[in-house]
């Protein structure tokens, strides 16, 4: 794409080579001010509806590029062009020699007058010269600084901005991929109830399994519980019978030979100590 | 905590699918993290009462009980019953809802998708403006303007300084 943003402005004319002030850079802002400053009662906006500038299509050809450095010059005041001009005919001292014979010619034919106000110039040129050529060099630095930090500024601000547009499609973009694993959240749920289904289901046969066994097991242990019970009243009730159909007459008998048998069993071991 | 896709179980089919739980973290915006987090609980959960819980209950041992109930007929007539019964598989009102919410989001998606698509054309062709710009020790001021319009000055005051003389 060519470099000028937006139809150019200020150069519809330089195609064509309409106005002559675009060879000073912002020559044209001259042009398009001009009307603002003489007429000081209208406002800035309103002139500039009322003068038609630039009815011809604007030309898109790219804009030329700022010129970084000056005309050369010779002696600081005459550009080299002129020198160029006279070479042909004079060499290379021709325009010396003419710089000197007309200031020579002005000073003899009293055209130009040496009074005090010479004296004066010379020295304030002299001092102007001595100050440029020391001291210009770091002064033209200095504003070129202060240019460079301007424009580093707003690179700055154009490096922000870019970035912050790219980092705001990478969001985007990462979101657009998360879209993609939405399907978790739901897959997850239908796991839940799948599982949740499954438990329960399991659960109620669980719970079938227990109420049978329980029941079955209630009788058993029913059953179990009469038959010890019965076992017990029938013994109790044997050894009540047997109790009381041993006589007093027996009783004594018994007890008789029970003594007999001690006293038996007492001379058979004598030496054995009671402990 | 992932569970293999299929497991036959007590007769059903059980479909699980595997979960990228990574994946599932991220998707939840901020706010609705703590459900997010009981869903997970959740699912732990029942994963994990589903591995404790066998898949079928013990059979019962009825020669065992039918040689010691003495009441007769009792034990046969509790076999005939318990293999008569059908347990009733719990059924699911729920998968229904999920699927329809699914639909309702998968649209929500594809809206936000394509609207994403033209923030991002957008913000594509921006970029290119940006990057196309002149250099700036070529551009003049309303170069400057074109490109960032808020360098623009106010026409309200024109010169120097550019603000009424009491906000300096």
Not at chain 1, 39 to 45: A, D, K, T
Not at chain 1, 221 to 243: A, F, G, T
Not at chain 2, 17 to 31: L, S, Y
């Amino acid at each position: 794409s060519d470099g000028a943003p937006g139809p150019g402005h200020w150069d519809a004319d330089a195609a064509a080579g309409g106005l002559v002030d675009l060879a000073v850079p912002g020559g044209a802002f001259s042009g398009r001010r001009a009307p603002c400053l003489k007429n000081p009662v209208l406002g800035p906006g309103v002139l500039q509806a009322i003068r038609i500038f630039h009815t011809r299509q604007p030309s898109l050809a790219p804009i030329p590029c700022v010129p970084e450095y000056g005309g050369k010059v010779c002696l600081g005041l005459i550009p080299k062009e002129f020198f160029q001009f006279l070479y042909p005919k004079t060499g290379v001292r021709g325009p010396y020699v003419l710089g000197t014979g007309l200031i020579l010619y002005s000073l003899s034919k009293e055209i130009y007058v040496i009074t005090a106000e010479t004296f004066s110039a010379i020295s304030t040129i002299g001092l102007l010269i001595y100050v440029v050529k020391k001291y210009g060099a770091s002064i033209g630095e200095f504003a070129d600084k202060l240019s460079e930090q301007k424009i580093a500024q707003l690179e700055e601000v154009k490096q922000a901005s870019i970035q912050q547009i790219q980092d705001a499609i990478d969001t985007e973009k990462s979101q657009q991929a998360l879209v993609q694993k939405r399907h978790y959240l739901f897959d997850v749920q239908r796991n839940n109830i799948a599982m949740a289904l499954e438990l329960t289901y399991r659960e109620r046969l669980h719970r079938v399994y227990r109420e049978v066994k329980n029941r079955l097991d209630y009788h058993i242990s029913v059953q179990n519980m009469m038959r010890r019970k019965e076992q017990e009243h029938m013994i109790n009730w044997v050894e009540k019978h047997v109790v009381q159909s041993i006589s007093a007459q027996q009783e004594k008998e018994t007890i008789a030979k029970c003594i007999a048998g001690l006293k038996l069993l007492a001379k058979k071991a004598p030496s054995q100590p009671v402990l | 905590l992932q569970l293999p896709s299929d497991l036959k179980v007590a007769g059903q089919k059980l479909a699980l699918k595997t979960i990228d739980w990574v994946a599932f973290g991220e998707i939840i915006p901020r706010n609705q993290k703590t459900i997010a987090n009981s869903l997970k609980s959740w699912n732990e959960m029942l994963t994990s009462r589903l591995a404790t819980l066998p898949e079928k209950p013990p059979a019962i041992n009825w020669a065992y009980y039918k040689a010691n109930v003495a009441k007769a007929g009792l034990v046969d007539d509790f076999e005939k019953k318990f293999n008569a019964l059908k347990v009733p598989v719990p059924e699911d009102k729920y998968t229904v809802q999920v699927d329809a919410e699914e639909k309702e989001d998968v649209k929500s998606c594809a809206e936000f998708l394509s609207l994403s698509k033209a923030r991002i054309e957008e913000y594509e062709k921006e970029l290119e403006k940006m990057k196309n710009i002149i250099p700036f020790d070529q551009m003049t001021i309303e170069d400057l303007n074109e490109v960032f319009p808020e360098t623009k000055l106010d026409k309200k005051y024109p010169y120097w300084p550019h603000k009424p003389i009491e906000n300096l």
